[in-house]
Every structure is written in structure tokens, then in C-alpha cells.
């Protein structure tokens, strides 16, 4: 089994910046992509920023220029948001593609979520 454990969620001001954290444990052979999703109140979940495991980065247009996905050499991947907007507010979602063994398929892994809330 894979965990992803999220943090650093919380209630900022507009303007403001927040960095959150996801950590992945467990049977891990290796990790692709990470990612960060959100989830806003009756909206669907869209996707924020990727990274795959070579360091290639995409990011949602909404969020250009103001968000920063970053990875360590292990199992973490970062969210950096500055200038936060209340259109942020939203339940953030932690992605990973893990192979748990050489010879396995590659799964889709998914954090609990950290509440994100800005407020102006």
C-alpha cells in the first residue's frame, strides 16, 4: 500500500502565501508524475501544477506565475502559493503515479486532502 500525507493547508489573507507539503510512504519502487489538485464547493476537481520525475513542470492557467510545484530527491512534493486569491479557496489534493515493484503497472495514488481558505 501507498500513503500520500498531506500539510500546511490553512486560512491565509488575500495576498498571502501558503506552501504545502505531500508526502508519499509505503510499497514504493518508484514515482512519476506528482501533482496537486483542488476541489472548490460544487466544482469539480481540476487539475494545479505537475511534475514529472525528470523535473518537467505544468501548471494551470489560473495559476501561472504565482504557484511553484517542486520535488525532493525522495518521495515529497511542494506547493508553493503566493498571492493567493479567494478563487484559491479550494481543498487541495495531493497526485502521485507510484509502481509499487519493477514489474507493476504504474497506480494512481491520492492524498486525503488540506483545506485551503483565503479569505479577502
Known amino acids: 500500500q501507498v500513503q500520500l500525507v498531506e500539510s500546511g493547508g490553512g486560512l491565509v489573507q488575500a495576498g498571502g502565501s501558503l506552501r504545502l507539503s505531500c508526502a508519499a510512504s509505503g510499497s514504493i519502487f518508484s514515482i512519476n508524475a506528482m501533482g496537486w489538485y483542488r476541489q472548490a464547493p460544487e466544482k469539480q476537481r481540476e487539475l494545479v501544477a505537475a511534475i514529472t520525475s525528470g523535473g518537467t513542470t505544468n501548471y494551470a492557467d489560473p495559476v501561472k506565475g504565482r504557484f511553484t510545484i517542486s520535488r525532493d530527491n525522495g518521495n515529497t512534493v511542494y506547493l508553493q502559493m503566493n498571492s493567493l486569491k479567494p478563487e484559491d479557496t479550494a481543498v487541495y489534493y495531493c497526485?502521485?503515479?507510484?509502481?509499487?515493484?519493477?514489474?507493476?503497472?504504474?497506480?494512481?495514488?491520492w492524498g486525503q486532502g488540506t483545506q485551503v481558505t483565503v479569505s479577502s
Open positions: 497526485n502521485a503515479g507510484v509502481r509499487s515493484r519493477s514489474y507493476y503497472p504504474t497506480l494512481d495514488y
